[in-house]
């Protein structure tokens, strides 16, 4: 299976999310409780499979940063499912989308690395788009969602730029048990507030996969398939994740997220994809070389 499909099929499975929460009857704190249980134990087991004896060694191994990556994916984790109880499922993912350019600034302001004319001109953009999806808060229009829930969006996609600025810096770091101990922290958090008992049988078969298969399965095949083509690439084969999950909502929820929400998500999509677009063409230009293209972050910045 090559890098391009294995990349395609995680962000198929992780467009599947909104759907997944909007199918459930739990609160979210018990939402969280569940799909951080469930993808934690799965990643756990794969990590396992994968190491046999050497799996503590494994986890130890993640260090201060990946103790501080798993606690910036949990945090994304849960705000993601509390943005998505809050506003619309375009608004969660489109804001979600924005990650690979606040990674880019936050490297640029920590670590002092180069951003290039054409990031900058695409997170311009991007922030246009944002500011016409936020404007419809100054006029009523149905089912515009809270400036909450978008403002949840915004710290989920935040804290995965800090994830990405912190793998960038210690690139042993190993994703799956960082994203095994995430789950795990975001369930634990949740066990509080939420009502693990109130789940039925049903609820539990799709919280399973919302863990296991979505947020799991996802981040497995994810990370698979952009071992094996460019980063950009990945990138841009990624943002399916934010086109496909509202289309799934609309047409299974009938959830329309309003003319703002898709004309300022419209244009976000279009500076991600045009700056992945461009990122792809400097790369196989020979504009950097192969030294270079390995120096690049995770986000194509």
């Known amino acids: ?3 391009r499909l294995l990349v395609a099929t995680a962000a198929v499975f ?3 999310g909104g759907l997944i929460a909007r199918s459930v009857d739990t609160d979210p704190w018990t ?8 993808c934690a134990a799965f990643l756990t087991a794969v990590t396992a499979l994968r190491a046999r004896g050497g799996t503590p060694a494994t986890f130890a ?3 201060a940063t990946g103790l501080g990556m798993a606690v910036c994916f949990a945090i994304a984790s849960t705000c993601f499912i509390m943005a ?16 690979p350019f606040m990674a880019g600034l936050i490297g640029w302001l920590w670590m002092g690395e180069r951003v290039a004319a054409r990031t900058w001109i695409a997170m311009t953009v991007a922030l246009l788009g944002s500011a016409i999806m936020v404007s419809r808060y100054f006029y009523a229009t149905p089912a515009s969602g809270s400036l909450t829930g978008d403002l949840l969006a915004f710290v989920v996609a935040l804290a995965f730029a800090i994830a990405t600025v912190l793998l960038r810096r210690r690139r042993h770091v190993q994703m799956l048990p960082a994203a095994a101990l995430a789950a795990l922290l975001a369930s634990v958090v949740a066990s509080v507030p939420g009502r693990p008992a109130s789940a039925d049988g049903g609820d539990l078969a799709l919280l399973a996969l919302f863990g296991a298969g979505q947020l799991g399965l996802g981040m497995i095949l994810f990370t698979a398939g952009a071992r094996l083509i460019p980063v950009a690439e990945a990138s841009l084969i990624a943002v399916l994740e934010s086109v496909l999950g509202p289309v799934w909502v609309w047409l299974a929820l009938g959830e329309n ?3 703002p929400s898709l004309v ?3 244009i976000v999509l279009a500076a991600l994809v045009g700056h992945t677009v461009a990122d792809l063409r400097f790369e ?6 192969q030294a270079g293209s390995r120096k690049r972050s995770s986000t194509g910045t």
Request: avoid cysteine; glycine fraction near 22%; proline fraction near 2%.
């Open 14 to 16: 992780w467009s599947l």
């Open 257 to 259: 997220p309003g003319a």
């Open 61 to 63: 191994a993640m260090g």
């Open 31 to 38: 939402t969280v409780f569940w799909r951080g249980l469930f």
């Open 1 to 3: 299976m090559s890098g």
């Open 264 to 266: 300022g998500g419209a």
């Open 284 to 289: 196989r230009g020979g504009g950097m070389g």
């Open 84 to 99: 998505l109880d809050r506003t619309s499922v375009a608004n969660v993912l489109i804001i979600q989308s924005l990650s």
